[in-house]
């Protein structure tokens, strides 16, 4: 096939057929509707999760998608190595990784503590990092991947309350123009979100309020996202559709980083 017709006949669908996933922090919140919308893509699911989601599993299995659990800790590199090596083995490759698992404490910069920044630092950046090496390496070995770091809003400008989250998201943009510069050779694309405020259930707990109205104030589009938004950006970067895409960080935040 001619490379203009390999990469300019994709399917418009934005289909995952036949596409192995792995999506950290999938047994709830963001991460949770990012598997199970591509699983509705056609893509097998793979979740990493301190807990595995009986909910998912269900949700996946019931579509006819094959679907597989690891219970770890993302802060263990053990857990990591393990958890790509149960599914190369049962798989046999893996196409696609959504680093979405993360935390997030904040705290005014002079009352900053050494247990907030560790633990973010931990499983925001490091983990995500990770992760990102041993999937990234195994993709090397098998012509390609995609790989889709969810950060924030928060690591593109500065918030207040956010001297820990937002250092750890502004380290995941960076980490993700670091490898899609070094792997682009490899078939291999590396690509941020950046939400804004996104109303799961934790969400909506926080921002259903005076505090949140008052937010909603600042943003052009005068309204804050759902998870739904965060996985139609991570399907689109995972399919072929977006095989260009390399490096990017797509902000999905209603405009609010432009002003």
């Not at 017709?5 to 996933?21: I, V």
Request: net charge negative.
């Amino acid at each position: 096939m001619e490379e203009s017709n390999k990469y300019r006949n994709f399917n418009e669908d934005f289909s995952l057929e036949g596409k192995t996933a792995i999506v950290t922090g999938a047994s709830n919140g963001i991460g949770i509707e990012i598997a199970k919308m591509f699983a509705r893509k056609g893509a097998d699911i793979v979740c990493f999760d301190l807990n595995d989601s009986e909910e998912l599993k269900e949700y996946v299995t019931g579509l006819g998608r094959k679907y597989l659990s690891y219970a770890g800790d993302l802060t263990v590199t053990g857990d990591i190595q393990a958890a790509v090596d149960m599914t190369i083995e049962t798989f046999g490759k893996i196409d696609v990784l959504v680093n979405c698992a993360g935390i997030g404490f904040l705290e005014m910069a002079d009352e900053s503590t050494e247990k907030v920044w560790d633990m973010t630092m931990a499983v925001n950046l490091t983990g995500s990092t990770r992760m990102a090496l041993a999937v990234g390496k195994t993709m090397i070995n098998n012509g390609g991947g995609s790989i889709i770091n969810i950060a924030s809003q928060a690591g593109v400008v500065a918030l207040e309350r956010h001297l820990a989250y937002g250092t750890a998201k502004a380290g995941i943009i960076q980490m993700t123009k670091q490898l899609a510069l070094e792997w682009g050779q490899y078939n291999i694309r590396v690509n941020a979100v950046s939400p804004t405020i996104i109303l799961t259930r934790m969400g909506e707990m926080n921002w259903n309020n005076e505090k949140g109205e008052a937010f909603k104030k600042t943003i052009p589009s005068r309204r804050f996202g759902y998870p739904e938004e965060v996985a139609a950006c991570a399907v689109y970067l995972a399919s072929d559709a977006a095989s260009l895409f390399n490096g990017a960080n797509l902000v999905l935040d209603g405009g609010f980083t432009i002003c």
